[in-house]
Nanobody, 123 residues
Framework: QVQLVESGGGLVQAGGSLRLSCAAS????????TGWFRQAPGKDREFVAV????????YYGDSMKGRFTISKDNAKNTVYLQMNSLKPEDTAVYYC????????????????WGQGTQVTVSS
């Protein structure tokens, strides 16, 4: 079992930055791939980024490339999402999720989810 808790969301102006954190307990993030997803009102859950257990592999959604960076600190059992150059269309609830073995981009491949943190980008 893995428990995940997100933090770091908030209100920011367009062009600004936020760093989200995903603290894990129960199992170490070094053995799980951890992904970030987001969901805006009325829309499907969207893949944002994922990092492998070792941290050696990362993958991003197309609209996030060059703006978002996923990283992890295995000693703190925490995964981060640094978001720069934020746009109003980035407004959503951001969730972290974990799965054993390989990275994945489809939400249904992840058995463990956090409760989400709201990110609002004003224009």
């Amino acid at each position: 079992q893995v428990q995940l808790v997100e933090s770091g969301g908030g209100l920011v102006q367009a062009g600004g930055s936020l760093r989200l954190s995903c603290a894990a307990s129960g199992r170490t993030v070094s053995t799980y791939a951890t992904g970030w997803f987001r969901q805006a009102p009325g829309k499907d859950r969207e893949f944002v980024a994922v990092i492998s257990g070792s941290g050696g592999s990362t993958y991003y959604g197309d609209s996030m490339k060059g703006r978002f960076t996923i990283s992890k600190d295995n000693a703190k059992n925490t995964v981060y999402l640094q978001m720069n150059s934020l746009k109003p269309e980035d407004t959503a609830v951001y969730y972290c999720a974990a799965r054993p073995f390989a990275i994945a981009t489809i939400p249904t491949n992840y058995p463990y989810w956090g409760q989400g943190t709201q990110v609002t980008v004003s224009s």
